[in-house]
């Protein structure tokens, strides 16, 4: 005897023991939404160690937002997001789909820090937690004029803004922030000057491409923009890569380099300086990677303020930092 199959029909048996079909005009009453079985009321059903989760959430769900620019106008850009909060020991799970809704109910607004504290409060009241986190991903646009020429084009930054409510009612916010530059190389551009003078040898100092990542804590009461972050890395580097260049400009980056030669230590002391400037930024951690020309592998450094209970320059994840 041939076992029987449950969804799909078999060979001379009558229809499928259990038929499989969507109703298009089914419509969904309260009562019935009612009666839905929800596994928030489940008793005992805790697998593993049952204790506190830190985080539980949702990551990398997307949306347009809206983002007001400091020149004026506003940009919509897409948005990766991540939610998560703290559950108890005592509950099951929490109902991610709250943390998108959240969002949603807030889709028309322009997107601040505010507007994100504002977020997380309405969904930390929804799911009954004590602590609650938001961080928004996005590219963010901003016009960039040649260094002689004229030209301008767009140079996009990969940002974030991040903000965490706390079960003591304390909001933080944090912007993250991507900075490409060159970087090239003290140690090679002495070497390659003393071929010139000794041998009238010429060479080329080493450079490449690099990248710092910023992470900043806002100080209570203040305010702070992406376009502010931008300029505190061009003052602190100068070596900005560029978007559009004639060969005046591609002359002027090369003396640019030249006048700014730096090692990956420096980088970071320069950008330390800059930041460690500005009282509306509370904390800082910075991380640099130059992605060696001479080497088959990369020079990193991170550094941070040293807020007591702040930031620790224990980053380490420098592969999200190629470039």
Partial sequence: ???RLYLHRAAGAAAPRIPRRYDP???VTPAYRAELPDMMHAVGAIQGA?????????????LPIKVRAQRGGTLTLEARVTGTVSLEAELKGINMSRIVRSFYDHKDGVFTLEWLGRILRAYLRRIRSKDARLKIE???PLLQRSLRSGLEGWQYYQAAYEGVLTHTGRYRRF??????YSSACPCSAELAEHARDRRRVYSIPHSQRSKARVTVEIAAGRKL????LQAHCVNALRTETQVMVKREDEQAFAELNGAYIKFVEDAARLLYRELNRDPRIRDFQVACTHLESLHSHDAVSVIC?????GFAADFIDFDQLVC
């Fill in 25 to 27: 005009q089914f419509k």
């Fill in 225 to 228: 923009a992406l376009e502010d």
């Fill in 305 to 309: 303020k040293g807020v007591k209970g």
């Fill in 1 to 3: 005897m041939k076992p």
């Fill in 175 to 180: 912007l993250h922030f991507d900075f490409v």
């Fill in 50 to 62: 049952k204790v506190p989760i830190q985080q539980v959430g949702v990551a990398n769900f997307r």
């Fill in 138 to 140: 996005f590219s963010y």
